[in-house]
C-alpha cells in the first residue's frame, strides 16, 4: 500500500493521509459495485488494502453526497465522496489511472477490465 500511496501522491499532490483514505474509499466504491469475484482479487493482491477502506468508511461522507453514496448515487456520488475529504475535481482522474495502472500490475487486466467495464460511468477516471 505504501508505495502505491507514494504514487498517488506524486501525481496528485494529495498528502499521503488524503491518498490513502482516497484509495480506501475508491476500493470500498469497487466492493460495492464491482463484480465480487474480480473485486475481491483486486484486494487480495494489494496489501493493506482492507485496512484502507476500513478507514475510507469514516467520515468525509456527510451532507447531500453521502445521501447519494447511501442510496446508490454512482460514480457522482464516490467523486462527492473524494471532495468530502479534500480530493479535488483535477486530482480524481489522476488518483483513478494511478491506482487502475498499480491494480492492473498486481491484479493483471484479467482482474482490472471486468472491473472496469461493470461498473457505469468509471471508465472516464481510469
Known amino acids: 500500500m505504501d508505495e502505491l500511496i507514494a504514487?498517488?501522491?506524486?501525481?496528485?499532490?494529495?498528502?499521503?493521509?488524503?491518498?490513502?483514505?482516497?484509495?480506501?474509499?475508491?476500493?470500498?466504491?469497487?466492493?460495492?459495485?464491482?463484480?465480487?469475484?474480480?473485486?475481491?482479487?483486486?484486494?487480495?493482491?494489494?496489501?493493506?488494502?482492507?485496512?484502507?477502506?476500513?478507514?475510507?468508511?469514516?467520515?468525509?461522507?456527510?451532507?447531500l453526497m453521502g445521501m447519494m453514496g447511501s442510496m446508490g448515487g454512482g460514480v457522482m456520488a464516490l467523486g462527492g465522496q473524494l471532495m468530502g475529504i479534500g480530493v479535488s475535481m483535477g486530482q480524481m482522474q489522476p488518483l483513478g489511472k494511478e491506482l487502475f495502472t498499480y491494480g492492473r500490475e498486481k491484479a493483471g487486466e484479467d482482474v482490472m477490465g471486468p472491473i472496469v467495464g461493470s461498473i457505469p460511468g468509471l471508465s472516464q477516471f481510469v
Open 7 to 63: 504514487r498517488v501522491t506524486q501525481k496528485t499532490g494529495l498528502d499521503a493521509a488524503t491518498a490513502r483514505k482516497a484509495i480506501g474509499i475508491i476500493l470500498g466504491y469497487l466492493q460495492k459495485e464491482g463484480p465480487s469475484s474480480e473485486v475481491n482479487q483486486l484486494i487480495a493482491a494489494l496489501p493493506g488494502a482492507q485496512d484502507a477502506i476500513e478507514e475510507g468508511k469514516t467520515g468525509g461522507s456527510g451532507g
